[in-house]
């Protein structure tokens, strides 16, 4: 949206929102011992893609984040390895930060917000074009996470880190713009 705003002539004030913080405070999400091989996605993203990778990874059990409460929510994020989202990402989306910040090592379409570094901060390996699918980067990608899921997952150490400090960051906008 920056990005945007600034081609229309418009200099932005950036105000960054934060996740919902009960997905911050659980004692375990600097371990990865508990996770499972189970990818989970929004059914109502990228549903082409999530079918495709459903079909050539049986040894994965793919879960759709449907009709959840809070705590069932925490629940499947808490065992999962990984949250997928295929869809366009028309702003920092909350269910990838909420993934992230449960542990889930995050994959994306390149599309929207999630195709800047700034709003998605995951190395290119995690991030895919839709001919990746047909090309096999995709599957590649999958398959090398799978055999060194540990690494991967330190990987994206500076995006849960940087989720944890966006409280604090907005509130620090804030109050650049509006003052005390």
Known sequence: STQYLKSCGIDPIPLIDSINEDFLTDKYLDRIDHKENIILYNPTKGWKVTQQLIAKYPQWQF????????????????????????????????????????????MTLKAGA???????????????????????????????????????????????????????????EALSVFGA
Not at 95 to 103: N, T
Not at 164 to 171: G, L, M, P, V
């Open 63 to 106: 879960l759709p984040l449907k009709g959840l409460n809070r705590d069932q929510l925490s629940e499947k994020l808490y065992k999962a390895k990984l949250y997928i989202d295929f869809g366009h990402h028309p702003g920092k989306d909350r269910l990838p930060r909420e993934a992230a910040a449960s542990g889930c090592l995050v």
């Open 114 to 172: 999630a195709q800047f570094f700034e709003d998605v901060p995951i190395a290119a390996i995690y991030k895919f074009s839709k001919s990746d699918v047909e090309n096999g980067a995709l599957q590649r990608s999958l398959q090398t996470i799978d055999t060194d899921y540990a690494s991967h997952w330190h990987d994206q150490q500076r995006y849960r880190s940087r989720i944890r400090q966006e409280k604090s960051t907005f509130d620090a």
